[in-house]
């Protein structure tokens, strides 16, 4: 009840003016004045950041077309603490799961995607993680494009980022490097804003154990060792691809449009299958509806939607598109294929301490007393999301033999086979506090 009525408040502190052109459905779009220049399908990670900048222009219309809900006002999502409760299997979760695993013993797992504005990027654990210099060179390498090695992409990570002090302010020094952060971006990263009895035992261990050294900073292009984890957050909130590039300041621009709860089904071609300007999209009471962009469809509907939409569309394998009763548009076997992704695995302990995260999840006096805080000065434990820090690691040793009858994926000799996140509590919540 405590935050049914916390989220209330913070939905009408939402004001009018920062939804001026964020629109509950797809009615909305009869009402546009104009056809829009660009439709981009997807306000995710990627949509959002994409109609910021195209809608820089004044002379274009953009439009997005958003499967989910807003953003605003859910305390799973702004309240960085109870990102371990905003998925999977949530409301703003699109509940997919895997087919099953072979090495899982078959088992389905939940593969959690954000059924929100800001997509992944509004109910993800806020980890502000480059890649490595190894893995944007390897890019470069492969496409034969220099622009997306390092050196030319990092002033852009630069420019994309605002540093900003930690909620609690505490002096940072010896827990990041400035040289490599941009502090003028829209996309706000900070480090914790409270701190953790762990601490310092974290940063104990990276002088007594081998091959884990301390990291100044996790996200210079050279990741390996422990180091200060860094979130994309700010003055207590997530930091999300919606509050940043989609903030009241951009939405408010009278070319861009954002409607949500809209779900495209496929993207349509002329009569040459030589351009797709048209999408279809399916509104709440299960009418099909098509809108045509004046110069680009743009699909930015995540690593599992966009090749569904594709799929649909006609666009994939033809042979297995044909057994599935959809007519091939074009053939692009590609589609759909290649998607891999890291399993996460929790390694829990008994500690002989009740100043854990289990103390905080369980103990419905001290949540309380936690979000009363949260709410009123935006300090306190919930101002940061799981743990201070992270390590990242090559397997050496005897456990290199596991690349004798496996190649290394790993893009270089910087380039991590896994990570550690270091926590004083478990990461899975005992219930979720839907809002």
Same mark, same amino acid.
């Given at each position: ?294 110069? +680009?469809? !743009?699909?930015?509907? $995540?690593?599992? =939607?966009? &090749? %569904?939409? /594709? ?107 896994? +990570?550690? !996140?270091?926590?004083? $509590?478990?990461? =899975?919540? &005992? %219930?979720? /506090?839907?809002?």
């Amino acid at each position: 009840m405590l935050g049914i009525i916390a989220s209330l408040l913070l939905l009408f502190l939402v004001t009018d003016r920062s939804q001026a052109s964020i629109h509950s459905g797809p009615s909305a779009i009869n009402d546009l004045k104009h056809s829009p220049d660009f439709i981009i399908v997807g306000g995710g990670t990627a949509g959002s950041v994409v109609a910021n900048r195209l809608s820089e222009n004044p002379n274009v219309t953009v439009l997005v077309l958003e499967a989910g809900i807003s953003n605003a006002g859910i305390l799973n999502i702004e309240v960085p603490f109870y990102c371990v409760q905003a998925s999977p299997q949530t409301s703003v979760d699109w509940n997919f799961t895997t087919v099953p695993q072979p090495a899982l013993n078959n088992r389905s797992v939940a593969y959690p995607r954000g059924f929100v504005l800001g997509g992944s990027s509004s109910t993800n654990y806020m980890f502000y993680t480059r890649g490595t210099r190894d893995d944007y060179d390897r890019i470069a390498n492969v496409t034969e494009d220099e622009g997306w090695s390092w050196d030319h992409l990092f002033p852009y990570m630069l420019k994309s980022e605002r540093w900003t002090a930690p909620s609690d302010g505490h002096n940072t020094t010896g827990q990041f490097d400035p040289s490599v952060h941009g502090s003028s971006g829209i996309n706000s990263v900070a480090l914790s804003g409270f701190p953790s009895d762990i601490d310092s035992r974290v940063i104990a261990a990276t002088k007594e154990v081998t091959g884990m050294p301390f990291n100044l900073d996790m996200n210079s292009g050279n990741p390996l060792g422990i180091g200060w984890k860094q979130d994309t957050a700010a003055n207590g909130l997530r930091s999300s691809a919606a509050t940043s590039y989609l903030a009241p300041n951009f939405i408010n621009r009278p070319n861009l449009h954002v409607v949500l709860n809209t779900r495209v089904t496929r993207v349509l071609s002329h009569k040459d299958a030589s351009s797709f300007t048209t999408v279809e999209y399916i509104t709440a009471q299960g009418n099909r509806s098509t809108i045509t962009a004046g110069k +680009e469809v !743009i699909l930015s509907a $995540g690593a599992v =939607g966009t &090749p %569904h939409i /594709l799929l649909h569309s006609g666009i994939g394998d033809a042979h297995a598109l044909s057994k599935l009763g959809i007519r091939p548009v074009h053939n692009l076997p590609s589609v759909g294929q290649n998607l891999t992704d890291h399993p996460a695995l929790h390694t829990l302990w008994l500690v002989n301490s009740t100043n854990t995260y289990e103390t905080l999840k369980r103990n419905a006096t001290v949540a309380a007393a936690a979000l009363a805080e949260w709410t009123q000065s935006k300090q306190g434990p919930l101002v940061t999301g799981p743990g201070s820090h992270i390590g990242w690691a090559r397997v050496s040793g005897n456990d290199s033999t596991i690349f004798d009858n496996t190649a290394d994926s790993s893009a270089g000799p910087t380039s991590p086979h896994f +990570e550690l !996140i270091f926590a004083p $509590g478990s990461l =899975g919540p &005992p %219930h979720r /506090l839907e809002t």
